[in-house]
């Protein structure tokens, strides 16, 4: 292993190309994540807000996160909407999944709709400094056009529910 880290790995690799021949490769191991797009009583979609160190921007995303080590899909999506918006899902229904950055990274996304919202926070991440905000399906695909949403598991998810959404 090249790296060890708290969220992920790195190991390198030596890849044979479809010629023959050979080349180094670095790859990301991670345990994959979920990404919930919670639907309220009201038809309301609710967002995270917060500050991302590497790209040196607040963004607005869906809730998500790590998958922990043996850890149930689903309990994974309810404990992520209790410590992010503060709700649990009455029904979660899975929709797809994806990889992140397949050309570097094994991170496999869960993709989640979540609707029968009820309160039931959980104590966030320490590292985390969430401000959630929900938004009409409508605004949230305008926010997805015009570039206020710049996050790629929140703009897949976003696409993947649209049927679901009335869309």
């Known amino acids: 292993m090249k790296f060890e880290g708290r969220v992920f790995d790195v190991r390198s690799d030596v890849v044979r190309l479809p010629d023959g021949q050979t080349t180094p490769l670095d790859v990301v191991i991670h345990g994959g994540a979920v990404v919930i797009v919670p639907i309220d009583a009201d038809g309301s ?24 080590a043996d850890e149930d899909l689903l309990a994974g999506a309810q404990r992520e909407l209790r410590e992010e918006i503060g709700y649990s899902a009455g029904h979660l229904e899975k929709i797809g999944k994806f990889f992140l950055a397949p050309g570097y990274s094994t991170e496999l996304l869960h993709i989640f709709l979540a609707r029968d919202l009820t309160f039931a926070p959980l104590q966030g991440d320490v590292d985390e400094f969430l401000q959630a905000e929900k938004y009409s399906p409508a605004e949230a695909y305008a926010m997805a056009q015009n570039g206020t949403i710049q996050d790629a598991k929140t703009l897949a998810a976003l696409f993947l529910t649209w049927p679901s959404l009335g869309g």
């Not at 807000?49 to 921007?57: D, E, L, S, W």
């Open 45 to 68: 979609i609710w967002f995270v807000r917060q500050y991302r160190h590497p790209a040196g921007v607040e963004l607005v995303e869906l809730p998500a996160g790590a998958v922990e």
